[in-house]
């Protein structure tokens, strides 16, 4: 079986301050990781992705992502927050050579203080 | 520009009828994804569909059906079985990967 756990249901943070969204996983082989962020009734936009090499990964819009195996975690960054940063953040799993499809965590509700 | 269109954006059903949410993507993309979206429960796979004229059921198939007769469609029927249809209801595509890319999404509403 393959799960995501977001441990925080919502982080907030001053604009200007680094932010960091907390994801971990479980999977059985190598995984495929994968960040997401939504808007308020809006789809899902892919932010990131870790495949395979570097375990820094970089995305979209300033964020990045440090896959750590040993922690089994990816969580995501970014240094400078702004306020339009607040939205919805999902991250998800997949175990590479699988059939299975991607497990999505519970999400984690971003809010930056002006 | 490429992309997933669904349509409507906004649904409301009579208990009992069935309803017909719209995906269709011009991506060239061969897999098609349908998740329900609940507030605190992320997002949970109904159907998906690999190629044209195959899917198969996800974790919440119970009270949908799903058609691919093309490659560019995944419609997706909420019929009268599902008894909580309540939901933001998403379409997705895929490369090899399993990178997604979604829709702008269905809102559906039982009055």
Redesign the interface.
Known sequence: AQSVAQPE?QVNVAEGNPLTVKCTYSVSGNP?L?W?VQYP??????LL?Y?TGDNLVKGSYGFEAEFNKSQTSFHLKKPSALVSDSALY?C?V?ASGSAR??T????TQLTVLP | DGG?T?SPKYLFRKEGQNVTLSCEQNLNHDAM?WYRQDP????R?IY?SQIVNDFQK?DIAEGYSVSREKKESFPLTVTSAQKNPTA?Y?C?SSIN?????????S?LTVL
């Open positions: 249901d495929y994968f997401y009734n809006r789809g899902l936009q892919f992705k495949i999902f998800a997949r499809q991607l999505f965590g519970s999400g | 997933i669904q994804y605190g429960q992320g997002l796979l998906y996800g933001f998403l997705a990967t399993g990178e997604l890319f979604f829709g702008e999404g809102r």
